[in-house]
């Protein structure tokens, strides 16, 4: 069974930093494409990074130069480092993995509050 795990969700105040990360297990890690989304109250679900399975990286316009999305293949993990929060960073984060060859938007976690202080 598919199971993703995230955690290091938290408050934190405007400026501060936080890394939240993402345990996978289930599926063959190296295989899949992962990413984090995040979801405020009224907001659809965004793309906040993705990290391919061969190491490339892409993020939102909003995180550039603030977030960094790293895997670890040999620990089944993937983080996202995120510096200079801001109050619009406040959001649900999930974490998403995704088999290029499959159908579908893959598998998710069940997210971590992340609340950044005005």
């Known amino acids: 069974q598919v199971q993703l795990v995230e955690s290091g969700g938290g408050l934190v105040q405007p400026g501060g930093s936080l890394r939240l990360s993402c345990a996978a297990s289930g599926i063959i890690f190296t295989a899949n494409h992962m990413g984090w989304y995040r979801q405020a109250p009224g907001k659809q679900r965004e793309l906040v990074a993705v990290?391919?399975?061969?190491?490339?990286?892409n993020y939102a316009d909003s995180v550039k130069g603030r977030f960094t999305i790293s895997r670890d293949n040999a620990k089944n993990t993937v983080s996202l480092q995120m510096n200079s929060l801001k109050p619009e960073d406040t959001a649900v984060y999930y974490c998403?993995?995704?088999?290029?060859?499959?159908?579908?938007?893959?598998?998710w976690g069940q997210g971590t509050q992340v609340t950044v202080s005005s």
């Open positions: 998403n993995a995704h088999h290029p060859l499959l159908p579908g938007s893959g598998s």
């Open positions: 990290i391919t399975n061969g190491g490339s990286t």
